[in-house]
């Protein structure tokens, strides 16, 4: 076997919306716009006022009531509106969060300044364009303590990392190129190979973290391991079935299936991965994260879905879209769904793929993942909350607590 290759063998618009057993948390949708098409959201505190407000795309959402203010004009391309990220840091220094905002068909990484007054439009300010970015991540690959950003460039491997200014206030976005030759649909990080540091994932293999903590020093070593497919943002590196070695987690973006694979040792000591299912039946897995959604202080909740309309025409496409979490059962070797929200199919879609929009489409209050969940205590009552963004609706998905 070559391992350096391959791998081994309902709908609310507020309202409880899945049932649960004891044990489970149970959840309530709010909507936030239902109208909004943006697939990116971040959630921040815009005007300072302590409360977590949403911004997705064009507008910021003013905690409690989600009171709409502008931020910028956003372009549209087809279905697609041209703001593929929220990453919400102050880049500037100035006590007002801003936020990094990546784009596919502007090809383009930027950051889009706070001007710290409800209203006031806000600034982007471009950084590079290094091509295509579907999504990106905040994930801290510098080692010292503050979240990088990662993109899902699909032509190039690269990072910047939210470097504090010499002499001067601030950040800056100061970019790591990897090249081309790695570069594939999804990226993703975790520590492969059990050394305690974070490593950079593609579709194709993993570069690892190197022992000096300072991003200026010592050589990303490429490990062309696996060959994955187009998969989303991010792949993840974890042990799943506490074995103590690292495990892949991922899905596919453009086709039906969520995955792991399970690191084991070869008879000469290399790395061998065999592929498993998680959930063959969900479709277009863009964005997945681990999260502590039950509160027992651990993170091991995975928790995806689909994005409606990831293309208009592909696999899945107008199936019901899906907001769930995913536990693994280490003794049964296998993984159980928990459903948030199931949306109903889209029954009556054009034919063509530029005659569809998800908003008319899907039936009102459709809730997908979009390219960007945020899992945050959003309401301040001690448990984590949930903010999917999509071509059919911005929402957020109350926790009320675990069922006893």
Request: charged share 25%; aromatic share 10%.
């Amino acid at each position: 076997m070559n391992a350096s290759r391959s791998l081994g063998s309902l709908v609310a618009l507020i309202g409880i919306v899945a049932t649960v057993h004891a044990g489970e948390p149970r959840w309530k949708q709010h909507t936030i716009n239902g109208k909004s098409e943006f697939e990116a959201a971040g959630v921040l505190d815009a005007d300072n006022d302590g409360r977590l407000d949403i911004l997705s795309g064009d507008t910021w959402y003013q905690a409690p009531d989600w009171k709409p203010f502008p931020v910028r004009k956003v372009t549209r391309t087809g279905s697609y509106l041209n703001c593929f990220s929220t990453l919400p840091v102050d880049l500037n220094g100035d006590g007002f969060m801003d936020y990094v905002s990546c784009s596919y068909f502007d090809r383009n990484v930027g950051w889009v300044e706070n001007p710290g007054k409800p209203g006031a439009p806000w600034v982007y300010h471009e950084v590079d364009k290094p091509g295509p970015i579907e999504a990106a991540a905040f994930v801290d690959l510098s080692g010292d303590g503050v979240p990088d950003v990662l993109p899902n460039s699909v032509n190039v491997v690269v990072w910047y990392e939210v470097k504090k200014n010499a002499g001067g206030k601030g950040s800056s976005l100061v970019k790591h190129d990897f090249g081309t030759q790695a570069a594939g649909h999804g990226v993703g990080t975790g520590d492969v190979n059990g050394d305690g540091r974070v490593d950079l994932l593609t579709p194709k293999g993993w570069f690892e973290g190197p022992a000096e903590s300072s991003s200026e020093q010592g050589t990303w070593a490429w490990h062309p391991e696996w060959n994955l497919g187009a998969t989303g943002i991010e792949i993840l590196a974890r042990d799943v079935d506490g074995d103590g070695m690292s495990d892949l987690v991922y899905g596919m973006g453009h086709d039906f299936g969520l995955y792991w694979a399970k690191q084991s040792k070869g008879s000469g000591g290399e790395r061998v991965w065999t592929k498993g299912a998680i959930d063959k039946s969900v479709a277009s897995v863009h964005t997945l994260l681990w999260a502590d959604l039950d509160g027992d202080g651990k993170a091991n909740e995975l928790l995806t879905g689909k994005r409606v309309y990831a293309h208009e025409i592909e696999p899945g496409a107008t199936d019901g879209s899906l907001v769930a979490w995913y536990d693994f059962d280490a003794a049964k070797q296998a993984w159980t769904r928990h459903v948030i929200f199931q949306g109903e199919p889209a029954k009556n879609a054009p034919a063509k793929a530029q005659d569809r929009r998800a908003l008319k489409d899907f039936p009102p209050g459709t809730a997908g993942t979009g390219l960007q969940m945020t899992v945050v205590d959003l309401d301040k009552d001690g448990d984590l909350d949930i903010v999917c963004p999509g071509k059919s609706g911005l929402y957020y998905f109350e926790n009320l607590g675990v069922k006893k």
